[in-house]
């Protein structure tokens, strides 16, 4: 017998509803204007929002119409390359199609890319650059990329990949179903931005910086995920090229992801040394290439990308 | 599932909402089965284990009740401390001693000894929930309690989702009654129960979360080189994070178990007001500390006996408890920290009264030498901290090695600005709880007053609280 709920009226009952209500309309309060702010306000959702749509409508040109490109990677590239400069330098061999997005890695791209395929997207070549560091990371970004890059079976999918657990993987699920969930800390970081001075330095950094595993641990996760992408791609009629931007003493690493790419039997492009760049061409965080930077990986690409595209599988790397 | 998990309250809403529609037996049997579905969301396997840990002393309990004239009454006992500590100390500290014995040996020269190593992963909330299996089998040996009789109460007691992972750990005495009475809906209890989860939330994801952030760059290097700067926003960013963390996690635990009409001690009771470690103590992790005291400290004779002796029993206390938080070197001198500033206290400043174990110390010194004392325990305590967090000895040593060095970056402003940010509203909540002696702010307010509150506290969630899952400080523990 459920004797123990009492029938009483008490000002605590009443106030317990209340509070139970605000509750409720604060969620959905909530939603509403991360919806509204997000779809305002967002420059991030705004450019990959527009970039995807556009993506998704990409289809294998006829012979003799420039080769349909879609390229895809994280800030290395969204700084590093001009996008209108590098159309216009390559217009008569090439139609870009970018999707850029900061802080996405392998996962991002690889269920990003699925979804994409899915949705019928049929480029003729895909390019994918993102720094070493960011291939190899063990994450999805929390926000953005489950909204606009997953759908429930890709976040289901990166979850299982990442042996994420049942808390985190029902928090990405949700970063997929809301949008307050998915940019709430894009939230905390544009009111953070506005009250602590100096906010954007700070935490570029105290962003924690993944360390890169052992050579060999290192070439065979990056060929196990070369050669993924790889097959995604095929399936799809789509050549995959493997762009390689340049960042401070990652010559190193660079060297080896090329060689792991041309053990996956895939083109791998490094279109400028990283070791033939000084600090002028870097942005004060150390990471990005500046204007000058990128006008000069541009032009390289310009002269590099083309040649990939129409040509078999080669050694790319310009030097 | 983490108690800042949406997935938590998609799990706690239906519970409540089912659990008081039922009468007293099905609500027990309703919560031992969602317990260990709580449970075994992480890993359905470690339930067997806790399952199985539980039956072993609930069967041990009927046969060493004193009432009992068995004459194997004290070795039923002594398997059961056994069995209990054998298998807390294989699955969490089996591959620490193998690998410090291991250490013992090069350093002797004797390399290539093959020592076996298990390599599993430590089953959530062994530490607690052993202890609480501990008092239980301990007080009904003693006589202090009447065993269960029935399995169903004894599991929920062991098992009840909210104190499950990471405390507060529950007392037999206390919690054991609460399920073999009828519970009854006390609205206002209940309303007091969600202003705790609030309270919990803001201070895990608002406090606890953002100076995560500062901590772990401070402790991971990407301030550069530790020194003096560096080392005051890593130890007393992580004193908040760590403070922020457990007390939110207690409080939503402690809000929880009032949905449920079940009342947990208060665990912390604003531990940064201590004016010595000894206060701390009392005030900080207060299941821990008041389990150790009446299971560990008075065992070993407590505060009888020379002071030589009450300093040993201090400094073995002490290091078990540094010990329990993990298997590391790094927990053992934080221990031996605490422990040695204990004994000292003690040396120097000898208490003039014995004082009851709940009631905190009322301070006569002046308010200048009560908060210049207040600021000293607080920096010892960060002091220890830096052992607590670093992942080894020699990076802790390396760690505060750099206090020497002055060098300023203009981040560091930006850093302290942050730091102040999330710590000082926190401050100012313990130093009104402190003085009003309640259990969240303005808990004597009129409803509406603190309905607005509650409004006001989702928006403040809303607007600081990261993407970032960051994990409960304590579920590692």
Not at chain 1, 136 to 148: E, G, I, K
Request: charged fraction near 15%; include cysteine.
């Amino acid at each position: 017998m459920p004797s123990s709920i009492s029938s009483s009226k008490s000002p605590a009952l009443v106030y317990l509803r209340v509070l139970l209500g605000i509750c409720a309309i604060l969620v959905l309060l909530l939603e509403i204007c991360a919806n509204y702010l997000l779809k305002q306000d967002s420059e991030t959702y705004a450019r990959v929002s527009q970039q995807y749509a556009e993506a998704v409508k990409v289809r294998s040109s006829r012979s003799g119409e420039p080769a349909s490109v879609l390229m895809v990677g994280n800030s290395l590239l969204m700084e590093g390359i001009d996008v209108d400069r590098l159309q216009e330098l390559t217009s008569s061999k090439m139609r870009i199609y970018p999707i850029f997005l900061e802080a996405t890695g392998y996962y991002d791209w690889l269920y990003g890319l699925q979804r994409l395929f899915r949705q019928g997207a049929r480029p003729q070549v895909v390019v994918l650059g993102v720094g070493v560091n960011s291939f190899l990371q063990n994450s999805v970004r929390q926000d953005y990329a489950p909204m606009l890059f997953f759908d429930v079976r890709d976040v289901l999918g990166a979850a299982a990949d990442l042996n994420l657990d049942r808390t985190a993987t029902s928090n990405l699920l949700l970063a997929h179903l809301s949008v307050f969930w998915d940019t709430r800390s894009v939230i905390r970081t544009q009111v953070l931005r506005r009250m602590v001075p100096h906010c954007k330095e700070l935490f570029s950094l105290v962003k924690p910086k993944p360390a890169l595993p052992p050579a060999p641990e290192l070439a065979a996760i990056t060929t196990a995920r070369i050669r993924s992408l790889r097959q995604l791609c095929e399936a799809h009629g789509a050549k995959l090229i493997l762009l390689v931007p340049p960042t401070p003493s990652s010559e190193q690493s660079v060297r080896q992801m090329a060689i792991a790419s041309e053990k996956a039997g895939v083109d791998s492009l490094v279109p400028i040394d990283p070791a033939t760049l000084s600090e002028r061409f870097y942005q004060p965080d150390e990471l990005h290439l500046n204007s000058e930077g990128a006008a000069l990986f541009t032009s390289a690409l310009a002269t590099y990308l083309p040649v990939e595209i129409g040509g078999p599988k080669s050694a790319s790397s310009p030097d | 599932m983490l108690f800042d998990s949406p997935a938590y309250f998609l799990f706690l809403i239906p519970v409540v909402a089912v659990y008081w529609r039922l009468s007293h037996r099905a609500q027990n049997i309703f919560l031992l089965l969602a317990s260990y579905f709580f449970y075994g969301w992480w890993d359905w396997r470690f339930l067997a284990l806790m399952i199985a840990s539980t039956t072993m002393d609930f069967l041990i309990a009927q046969r060493i009740t004193p009432s009992r004239t068995d004459s194997n009454r004290k070795k039923w006992f002594i398997f059961s401390l056994v069995l209990n500590f054998g298998i807390l100390g294989v699955f969490k500290y089996f591959d620490f001693f193998t690998g410090s014995f291991s250490s013992v040996l090069e350093t002797l020269g004797i390399h290539h000894i093959p020592l076996p190593l298990i390599r599993v992963i430590l089953p959530p909330g062994i530490s607690f929930y052993t202890f609480q299996e501990v008092a239980y089998i301990v007080d009904v040996y003693k006589g202090r309690l009447e065993p269960a009789k029935s399995f169903l109460d004894y599991g929920l007691f062991i098992s009840l989702f909210p104190h499950l992972i990471a405390g507060p750990i529950q007392r037999p005495g206390h919690l054991l009654p609460q399920v073999q009475k009828d519970r009854t809906f006390d609205a206002d209890r209940f309303f007091d129960g969600l202003m705790l989860i609030f309270s919990g939330l803001v201070r895990k994801c608002v406090v606890a979360d953002n100076c995560a952030l500062l901590a772990n760059a401070a402790f991971g290097g990407q301030f550069g080189p530790s020194n003096f700067w560096v080392v005051l926003i890593g130890t007393y960013a992580f004193a908040w994070q760590v403070y922020g963390d457990f007390s939110g996690y207690s409080d939503i635990a402690r809000g929880s178990a009032q949905l449920l009409g079940f009342h947990f001690m208060v665990n912390f009771r604003q531990p940064y007001l201590s004016h010595r470690l000894q206060e701390f103590w009392r005030r900080w992790h207060i299941s821990l500390s008041t389990w150790l005291r009446d299971y560990l400290y008075i065992p070993l004779g407590g505060s009888a006996g020379g002071e030589w002796k009450i300093s040993r029993n201090l400094l073995v206390t002490m290091v078990l408890a540094g010990l329990w938080h993990g298997a590391n070197w790094t927990f053992v001198v934080f221990g031996a920290i605490h422990g040695t500033v204990l004994a000292a206290e003690r040396y120097f400043f000898p208490a003039k009264t014995k004082q009851k174990d709940a009631a905190l110390p009322q301070h006569s010194a002046g308010v200048f030498s009560l908060w210049a004392q207040r600021i000293l325990t607080f920096n010892v305590f960060c002091l220890s901290l830096a052992f607590f967090r670093a992942t080894s000895l020699p990076a802790a040593v390396q760690f505060l090695a750099g206090l020497s060095n002055f060098a300023w970056r203009t981040e560091y402003a930006s850093a302290f600005f942050m730091l102040c940010l999330f710590s000082i509203p926190l401050f100012v909540v313990d130093l009104l709880m402190e003085a009003s002696n309640q259990e969240y702010p303005f808990a004597t307010a009129p409803y509406s007053v603190r309905t607005a509150l509650a409004a006001f506290t989702l928006i403040i969630l809303a607007l600081f609280s990261g993407n970032n899952l960051n994990a409960f400080v304590y579920f590692q523990f």
